[in-house]
């Protein structure tokens, strides 16, 4: 199996070295002179104790020596407090103390890079679903915890300094969108210390770093880089609070954050509102969709590439690069201060997973190939400052197909998603002259449509099945409720455009629902139609151990109900009530849901159909 591995490696490798003369890569206009290249090389301390190597050209370089060949001028770094479990074992992912961190900061100082340290103040990986405490700390709180965060802080710091390593930028903690050091400093939520205790704690560690040097920036980071609301609604409330700060960090990843725009909206509004550099502190994007090490990868499937806007092969992962380096660099008044690819140096290499025991889930997203040759996109770097223009053309538009029931009007996209030249996979708006009476026929038909911008015509297929669907609107396609009607808690419940789209069953819309507190609500419809036999469902996923009631009534036999259960992210059910026999010329549907504080899930694609 090894053996296979390394041939596979080798054909890799040639490949590429091919294709780097061919990467197409257009310059960024007005590119300022200290734009950020950082990369995130955190696993590297462990790849290299197991034996990872790196190579650029068929020859076997220091990381950083290739990094900075190719234009890379920051490291980022995460620091966890005791990366052990109760047994003094390894837990995994880098093991990132701040000891090795300080070791792999040097080496980065020798080759001019400057660094970024990310502070997570766990012992393992924080992220915006845990934030906990390290074990050392459990039992702290209130001014005890602060206590402990300026000091750890403090201790880190003057050591690298001590070492010649003294980071450049400090992030206080890693994707806080719901805080860190819960429940203390956890915002929302069960015994949460709200904003007044997160925000103590923050200053606490802003406090330390402004000591031991003031001329460190310090960054405060939120995941989901294209949700404007949750930034304006975080940003708000510590800047009510006076909490101290020089740079918006941000995670954008194109298949879970929304797109580009998205992204660009966002820091345009931010940068401004708050008067505040912005900076992108963690991205990626697939090189390919191939698998190095038998261990799932978290970047899967061509609906990931559908979703995040460009293909996975090595040009596609430049194009990404080289349009995010664009929309940064172009935030008003030089607030874009860079990007940091994340783990770009994650090779695949035995004992060096995520977790103690396990694989690793990034090696497609790296920026090497599997036996860690240097990728051809490893030169948008410098590409985007020193490429000549080439053209880019259209190389695809990508099907269209859409189902929907007897009787039913379909709604068909607003865009499409069209190919190009440098693996990029836009969407173009389209406009399609559709008949309406298509749909009372049962049968397969193409439905032509006109592809703005570049005056190109395509053809959707329709199919068009024999049962009719009695309930109205019933995937939500219509971006609302109506005529569904909404009782109960409103504000755990709305129609939201799926993102990514597997949120939804089909189509582009569906049913969400979140609260941060107990919630209840019921999605009602009552639907005139033939006396008859029915049966009547929907689909339905989300969190796990989420209950879910489906009820139909006033068809002239009492009442039927069904009860399901969530057990995760687009594990669908499909509830069904069959045999109702209707006697009243109508019935009515209902869903409920009861859940508790941050149980989420999608409700999509209602049917009503006649069984006899």
Not at 365 to 392: C, Y
Request: include cysteine; proline fraction near 4%.
């Amino acid at each position: 199996m090894k053996e296979a591995g390394m041939v596979k490696g080798v054909l890799l490798m040639v490949m590429f070295s091919s294709l780097a003369f061919g990467l197409m890569i257009n310059p960024v206009k007005d590119l300022r002179e200290d734009f950020i290249f950082g990369m995130d090389v955190s696993m590297l301390y462990e790849i290299e104790r197991l034996g990872g190597k790196f190579f650029d050209g068929g020859v076997e370089k220091d990381l950083f020596q290739i990094l900075k060949d190719h234009g890379i001028n920051w490291i980022r770094l995460r620091v966890w407090n005791d990366p052990r479990d109760e047994n003094g074992n390894p837990l995994g992912g880098g093991n990132c103390d701040y000891l090795k961190m300080t070791e792999i900061a040097k080496r980065a100082k020798k080759y001019g890079m400057k660094v970024l340290l990310d502070f997570h103040y766990s012992d393992w990986w924080a992220d915006p679903g845990k934030q906990y405490k390290p074990k050392e700390w459990d039992h702290l709180h209130e001014e005890l915890l602060e206590r402990a965060v300026y000091s750890y802080t403090k201790l880190v710091l003057n050591h690298m300094r001590r070492n010649g390593a003294l980071p450049d930028m400090v992030q206080v903690g890693n994707e806080v969108n719901n805080g860190f050091l819960w429940p203390d400093g956890m915002i929302a939520g069960k015994d949460a210390g709200g904003f007044d205790g997160f925000t103590k704690l923050l200053k606490a560690a802003i406090r330390a770093v402004r000591e031991v040097d003031p001329d460190i920036k310090v960054v405060i980071h939120l995941a989901e880089g294209g949700n404007n609301s949750l930034f304006r609604w975080f940003f708000d409330e510590i800047t009510r609070r006076g909490v101290d700060f020089d740079v918006i960090g941000v995670s954008y990843y194109p298949y879970w954050h929304g797109t580009l725009e998205d992204l660009k909206n966002n820091l345009y509004d931010i940068a401004k509102r708050y008067d505040k550099d912005v900076l992108v502190v963690e991205t990626a994007y697939a090189w390919t969709l191939e698998d190095g090490d038998g261990y799932p990868n978290i970047f899967s499937g061509e609906e990931m590439e559908l979703t995040g806007g460009y293909r996975a092969t090595v040009q596609g992962q430049a194009t990404f690069l080289r349009d995010l380096i664009e929309v940064v660099n172009s935030v008003p008044n030089g607030h874009g201060l860079g990007i940091f690819y994340w783990e770009g140096d994650w090779i695949p290499v035995k004992g060096a997973g995520w977790k103690t025991g396990e694989g690793n889930p990034w090696e497609n997203q790296a920026m090497f190939d599997f036996n860690g040759n240097a990728l051809p996109s490893l030169d948008v770097f410098r590409l985007v400052k020193t490429a000549t223009p080439v053209k880019i053309e259209i190389r695809d538009i990508f099907p269209v197909e859409i189902s929907t029931n007897l009787g039913e009007v379909p709604k068909f996209p607003d865009a499409v998603k069209v190919l190009f030249s440098d693996d990029s996979i836009r969407s173009l708006k389209v406009t399609w002259d559709f008949d309406p009476s298509l749909v009372e026929t049962p049968g397969v038909y193409r439905v032509e449509g006109y592809v703005e911008g570049i005056d190109q015509k395509i053809f959707a297929t329709l199919t068009v099945k024999g049962s009719r669907n009695y309930l109205k609107n019933s995937g939500f396609e219509t971006g609302e409720f109506s005529p569904w009607e909404v009782s109960g808690n409103r504000k755990a419940v709305k129609v939201v455009k799926a993102d990514p789209p597997s949120n939804a069953h089909q189509g582009e819309y569906a049913v969400n629902f979140w609260l941060d507190e107990a919630f209840e609500f019921e999605l009602s419809q009552e639907v005139e139609l033939p006396d008859g036999v029915y049966r009547v469902g929907f689909w339905t996923q989300g969190g796990s151990g989420v209950k879910i009631v489906l009820k139909v009534s006033d068809f002239g036999e009492g009442e039927k109900t069904t009860t399901v259960e969530t057990t995760g992210w687009l594990e669908w059910k499909n509830p069904e009530i069959r045999n109702i026999k209707v006697e009243t010329g109508k019935i009515k549907v209902t869903v409920s849901v009861k859940g508790k504080a941050g149980d989420w899930g999608f409700i999509d694609d209602f049917y009503l159909f006649r069984e006899e």
